[in-house]
């Protein structure tokens, strides 16, 4: 799994950006990440450059909102699946990560600000096609983004690339270092991916264009009708399903060219403006955007296919990328419905549970996402049908379309469908039915059934609910959890949850846990060490450190770990309230030391935020307890 911040660099790397542009340094990344130095503002300054340098104008500032809101929701989930990566099953969480994080989220985001149609950055191209991923209108068929690019850019020229090649050295300033149009160019629809430099010498050149539409603007509303539909029928030869690809409006389309009914002056002048901005003349930076976006998705589809080893072909089987693409575009087309034409969702019309399993999870505050991406995840990662190295496919995508397409394949599709429907949900739902069991129990049944409950899954989603309200409860819950874990990942998290349970320092009840839990302390360091996770996880090492030497009364060595935990992962941070009773903590140990150097640095911090000094115990302002 990449961490955030290399997440961002790769996205430089796609775009051909220079790191310094967009404030990142790669050199650094990781040990910038691992001690979250880098604030989540941060890297909303980092897209905001990103779009900036793409030309995308300020009304489009909702684009930057949905990649900041992915990065957050990609962190959190980041830190909780860490313990599972390992590199032999990386490639399988990243690929459940792909088809249930990163690839619904975009569609269901892209198709809200989409339906929007004044809010659309891609007015100059087609409106029904997904321009900026790989093209798979035609069954079993493949064209790269860039490839559609090249036809769409010679379209609105009117004439031939060699012609649009002759005119661009024609029009060639660079006289020191000549273009070569021809021999460049005519490689870019060919797989060749330009660099920056290229896009942005060749696309800065003005051209005279004689594809687009031009409307006489002295015309009155049905001469200017008129010559788009003359326009689009004799001077494009577009059929009408190919239309429909192109302007995002097809009931207005059957309409105009099939019922041929009473078209009002609204439709009318929604035509024209549809005609006339699909067939635009395009700025230079339009050019430049469109282009470093093509060369960016085929980019990414080419290591991506290269990262998960799978065949560079359109068979939706021997290429579960293009899997991803058509979950893309189903789940936004299903969301665009529903936003533009105000349809709910539908039990009977949704397909073997589609946007239930895939949709539904982002009907929530992101705490709940979160959770429930978590749960979906796991559940699916742990599947003992797959081996570790075995992607499982997106079944709903191939249902739909092997059955659009009659393909004879879609009968093994079904039964694997519903062998998976039937995994996937009956664990989900008997983890959250157990839950809800749970709920309704009294506190003394509670007790007896998490004694002899299995499932680690259950116990630990119980836990945090105890933990800081019914110690006896919780003690027992993780007992059992020690007992029921099954591999290094589940010990792992039942000695973290001890911890949390014993150095808890707003509890009493822990008070004679000083020898176990410095016990406890030193096995769970060494776990991390022998699992290669103790970078990702020193952030929660260092506070069990600091609250455990800080209950025992060694406030100077817990203040060697809050101090250290304050300047990695605090001092750049946003104002919490959690944050802030840390170091309220850690200005306590600098008290009691007298350590004014320290004390200073904290107090300078609160009155920053705006909060009073540390002046003595009294500030603390909260009950603590300590070892006996």
């Known amino acids: 799994m990449l961490n955030t911040e290399e997440i961002l660099i790769k996205l430089m790397q796609l775009l051909d950006f220079d790191m310094k542009e967009i404030k990142l340094k790669q050199s650094s990344e990781k040990k910038r990440f691992s001690t979250n130095e880098e604030s989540f503002d941060k890297y909303s300054e980092h897209i905001n450059l990103i779009f900036k340098k793409l030309s995308i104008e300020d009304k489009n500032s909702k684009l930057v909102n949905i990649f900041t809101d992915l990065l957050f929701l990609y962190n959190n989930l980041y830190v909780k699946l860490f313990p599972l990566s390992f590199p032999y099953s990386d490639k399988k969480l990243n690929w459940i990560i792909l088809k ?18 004044g809010s659309r950055i891609d007015k100059n191209l087609s409106g029904g096609r997904f321009w900026y991923l790989p093209d798979v209108t035609e069954y079993n068929k493949l064209k790269l983004p860039m490839e559609y690019l090249m036809n769409w850019w010679i379209d609105l020229y009117g004439k031939s690339l060699d012609k649009l090649c002759i005119e661009l050295d024609e029009k060639n300033i660079n006289e020191d ?37 031009i409307p006489n603007e002295k015309d009155k509303i049905n001469e200017k009708f008129q010559s788009a539909i003359e326009f689009v029928r004799n001077k494009k030869k577009i059929s009408i399903e190919n239309l429909k690809h192109e302007i995002p ?30 067939w635009a003349i395009p700025s230079c930076d339009k050019l430049i955007k469109v282009f470093f976006i093509g060369r960016s998705v085929q980019d990414l589809y080419k290591r991506l296919v290269k990262y998960f080893n799978f065949k560079n072909v359109a068979d939706i089987e021997n290429n579960k990328l293009v899997q991803l693409i058509h979950h893309y575009q189903f789940l936004y087309n299903r969301q665009i419905e529903r936003t533009s034409y105000a349809k709910k969702y539908n039990l009977e019309e949704d397909v073997f549970d589609y946007e239930y399993e895939y949709l539904g999870v982002f009907n929530a505050p992101f705490e709940k996402i979160i959770e429930t991406l978590y749960s979906d995840i796991t559940v699916e990662f742990s599947n003992p049908e797959f081996q570790i190295f075995e992607l499982e496919d997106i079944y709903q995508s191939k249902f739909i379309l092997f059955w659009q397409n009659k393909d004879e394949r879609i009968k093994d599709c079904i039964s694997k469908l519903q062998k998976h429907i039937k995994y996937f949900h009956k664990k989900f739902d008997d983890i959250d039915g157990k839950l809800k069991h749970y709920q309704e129990m009294s506190r003394n049944e509670k007790l007896e059934n998490v004694k002899s409950e299995k499932s680690f899954e259950c116990l630990y989603n119980l836990f945090p609910s105890y933990v800081g309200s019914d110690y006896e409860l919780a003690e027992n819950i993780v ?8 591999n290094e990942d589940n010990k792992q998290i039942s000695i973290s949850s001890y911890l949390a349970l014993y ?26 060490l022998n699992s290669n996770r103790y970078e990702i996880k020193e952030n929660e090492y260092l506070m069990c450190k600091a609250f455990f030497h800080f209950k025992a009364k060694e406030f100077d060595k817990s203040l060697i770990y809050w101090d250290e935990y304050y300047e990695k992962y605090i001092k750049n941070q946003k104002k919490l309230q959690e944050t802030i009773a840390l170091i309220k903590l850690a200005a306590y140990c600098a008290y009691e030391t007298n350590n004014l150097k320290l004390l200073n640095k904290y107090n300078n911090y609160f009155i920053k935020i705006g909060l009073p000094e540390f002046k003595s115990i009294e500030s603390l302002g909260f009950p603590i307890y300590f070892y006996n």
């Open 503 to 528: 150095t808890n320092v707003f509890i009493s009840e822990n008070k004679h846990k000083y020898h176990e839990t410095k016990h406890l302390c030193d096995i769970y360091k060494q776990m991390l």
């Open 100 to 117: 249930r994080l990163v690839i619904p989220y975009l569609a269901m985001r892209f198709a809200t600000l989409d339906s929007d149609y």
């Open 249 to 278: 409006y097809n009931s207005l389309v059957d309409k105009i060219f099939i019922t041929k009914e009473n078209i009002t002056k609204e439709e009318k002048l929604n035509f024209i403006t549809f005609i006339k901005e699909r």
């Open 479 to 486: 007992l059992q959890m020690s007992k029921v874990a099954d």
């Open 177 to 213: 270092r000549p273009i070569e149009s021809k021999n460049t160019i005519k490689q870019w629809g060919k797989g060749t991916l330009p660099d920056k430099k290229s896009i942005e010498e060749h696309c800065s050149i003005e051209l005279n264009y004689h594809g687009v539409f």
